[in-house]
């Protein structure tokens, strides 16, 4: 494991500075941007990214400690790092790290909890970011004044501290010039009564964007089958909305956070059920909707079992039984997922990610999003497609945000989602409608 201290690093050195390359008047520098993870480095080398597609690209993860002076990194993750930073420049391509996610975001409430913390912690990345030549920081602490994981520290205050936090972050010399981010939940910073908070406005001032995590919606955690990352719910009826692209922006735009600066989060990824045959065809119709030639109509928001748990793609793993970070019991199962690739290498769907014949398919015209069955396994997919990649293209553009992130880059295949969604942003070969090094203008 490696680390950082910020003890050593109190008078931090100039950070690389941001490259400029000229975009056209008037348009701002939109977000295409994705994140790359090192446990599947072996799947997308860095020299098969697309970088002329991408205007930045953020590595998973480095983790909070219980020292705020302190961010850990793997010694692989720190090797992996440095050749992606070099690549990414290399193609005038913006790198970034992520800080957190869902393991690794136990101790963010603890080093913004304090003015001292607040200070050895913002040191630490500014650290970060001067050793790697880094061009900026996503946090992505999953969630402020929410367990997440189910032992992450936590305060009433985590919100409005770290609010300070980033307040002074800013305010150093090496952090007025870089990209700080971050991805969060589809509803507001929690405030301290435990509710969304009604104006997160002071945050426009500090970030540079904010993207808003839209998958994850339903998974095997809910009722029934429903979409992983719906664009709409307000369509579906009452007990099927639990939120969409279309919500958050609403929430997050109507709590005073600018659309400008506002990010969506795409999935390369879906979940996976066990349904049965009888749940899986009843009540099914393929009325208005357009059907792959030999897929057979399937319903819509199914029950499944969730102790019988597919394997997801060929990335997935029975996981072994054992203690997890909580000291909770975890493993003897697999997570189900299927990337948009293992869809693919499946054979669920052809090369251009249709659904391929003999499979049970339904596009959710609600959400926007396919569904994909097959009868073999009793395995019902919820995922994302070009159509439905397109789609949430056409709304970003719409409602005036700043762009989209993908997790994650290896996910897709052949870019068939990256390209969908800048061809429903409207990219053409026009200069001040296409994508430019550092973004897409709107």
């Given at each position: 494991?490696?680390?950082i201290?910020?003890l050593?690093l109190?008078?931090?050195?100039?950070?690389?500075?941001i490259?400029a390359?000229?975009?056209?008047?008037?348009?701002?520098e939109?977000?295409a941007?994705?994140?790359?993870?090192?446990?599947?480095?072996?799947?997308?080398?860095?020299?098969?990214?697309?970088?002329?597609k991408?205007?930045?690209?953020?590595?998973?993860?480095?983790?909070?400690?219980p020292?705020?002076?302190?961010?850990?990194l793997?010694?692989?993750?720190?090797?992996?790092?440095?050749?992606?930073v070099?690549?990414?420049?290399q193609?005038?391509v913006?790198?970034?790290?992520?800080?957190g996610?869902?393991?690794?975001?136990?101790?963010?409430?603890t080093?913004?909890?304090s003015p001292?913390?607040?200070?050895?912690?913002?040191?630490?990345?500014?650290?970060?970011?001067?050793?790697?030549g880094?061009?900026?920081?996503?946090?992505?602490?999953?969630?402020?004044?929410?367990?997440?994981?189910?032992?992450?520290?936590?305060?009433?205050?985590?919100?409005?501290?770290?609010l300070?936090?980033?307040?002074?972050?800013?305010?150093?010399?090496?952090?007025?010039?870089?990209?700080?981010s971050t991805?969060?939940?589809?509803?507001?910073f929690t405030?301290?009564?435990g509710t969304p908070?009604t104006d997160v406005?002071?945050?426009a001032?500090?970030?540079?964007?904010?993207?808003?995590?839209?998958?994850?919606?339903?998974?095997t955690?809910?009722?029934?089958?429903?979409?992983?990352a719906p664009l709409?719910?307000s369509?579906?009826?009452?007990?099927?909305q639990?939120?969409?692209a279309a919500?958050?922006?609403?929430?997050?735009t109507?709590a005073g956070?600018?659309?400008?600066?506002?990010?969506?989060?795409?999935?390369?990824?879906?979940?996976s059920?066990?349904?049965t045959?009888?749940?899986?065809y009843?009540?099914?119709?393929?009325?208005?909707?357009?059907?792959?030639?030999?897929?057979?109509p399937?319903?819509?928001?199914p029950?499944?079992?969730?102790?019988?748990?597919?394997?997801g793609?060929?990335?997935?793993a029975?996981?072994?039984a054992g203690?997890?970070?909580?000291?909770?019991?975890?493993g003897?199962?697999?997570?189900g997922?299927?990337?948009?690739?293992?869809l693919?290498?499946?054979?669920?769907?052809?090369v251009?990610?249709?659904?391929?014949?003999?499979?049970?398919y339904?596009?959710d015209?609600?959400?926007q999003?396919?569904?994909?069955?097959?009868?073999?396994?009793?395995t019902m997919?919820?995922y994302?497609?070009?159509?439905?990649f397109?789609?949430?293209?056409?709304?970003?553009q719409?409602?005036?945000?700043r762009g989209?992130?993908m997790?994650?880059?290896?996910?897709?295949?052949?870019?068939?989602?990256?390209?969908?969604?800048?061809?429903?942003?409207?990219?053409?070969?026009?200069?001040c409608?296409?994508?430019?090094p550092?973004?897409?203008?709107l």
């Amino acid at each position: 494991m490696w680390t950082i201290s910020a003890l050593s690093l109190l008078t931090v050195l100039p950070i690389a500075s941001i490259r400029a390359v000229p975009v056209c008047s008037g348009t701002p520098e939109a977000v295409a941007t994705t994140w790359y993870t090192g446990w599947h480095a072996q799947h997308l080398p860095l020299e098969d990214i697309s970088w002329d597609k991408w205007s930045s690209i953020s590595y998973a993860f480095a983790e909070t400690t219980p020292d705020p002076s302190v961010v850990a990194l793997q010694d692989s993750d720190a090797a992996l790092l440095r050749s992606l930073v070099d690549m990414a420049h290399q193609h005038n391509v913006h790198a970034l790290l992520t800080v957190g996610g869902w393991t690794g975001s136990r101790y963010f409430s603890t080093a913004v909890g304090s003015p001292e913390n607040r200070t050895m912690f913002a040191n630490a990345l500014l650290g970060l970011v001067q050793q790697y030549g880094l061009d900026g920081i996503d946090i992505d602490w999953e969630y402020p004044n929410k367990e997440g994981m189910g032992c992450n520290l936590i305060s009433e205050q985590d919100t409005p501290n770290f609010l300070s936090f980033l307040q002074e972050l800013r305010a150093t010399p090496g952090g007025q010039n870089m990209t700080v981010s971050t991805a969060t939940s589809i509803l507001p910073f929690t405030s301290p009564d435990g509710t969304p908070s009604t104006d997160v406005s002071p945050f426009a001032a500090v970030f540079d964007y904010v993207t808003l995590m839209d998958y994850d919606v339903w998974g095997t955690w809910s009722p029934a089958v429903g979409p992983n990352a719906p664009l709409e719910d307000s369509c579906a009826a009452p007990q099927y909305q639990q939120g969409s692209a279309a919500s958050a922006v609403a929430a997050w735009t109507k709590a005073g956070f600018p659309a400008e600066k506002l990010v969506l989060g795409v999935a390369s990824y879906g979940h996976s059920y066990h349904v049965t045959a009888d749940a899986a065809y009843n009540g099914a119709s393929s009325a208005g909707e357009a059907q792959p030639a030999g897929t057979t109509p399937i319903a819509p928001y199914p029950a499944f079992d969730a102790a019988q748990q597919p394997l997801g793609d060929s990335w997935d793993a029975i996981e072994p039984a054992g203690i997890d970070a909580c000291g909770n019991p975890s493993g003897g199962g697999a997570s189900g997922i299927f990337n948009f690739r293992g869809l693919v290498e499946k054979g669920y769907l052809d090369v251009n990610g249709t659904a391929m014949p003999g499979v049970g398919y339904r596009y959710d015209t609600c959400s926007q999003t396919p569904f994909l069955y097959d009868p073999k396994t009793s395995t019902m997919i919820s995922y994302d497609d070009a159509e439905s990649f397109a789609a949430k293209g056409r709304f970003i553009q719409q409602s005036g945000l700043r762009g989209f992130a993908m997790w994650e880059a290896a996910g897709d295949f052949e870019d068939v989602l990256l390209d969908a969604i800048e061809d429903g942003l409207g990219i053409g070969e026009d200069p001040c409608q296409g994508l430019t090094p550092l973004g897409l203008p709107l």
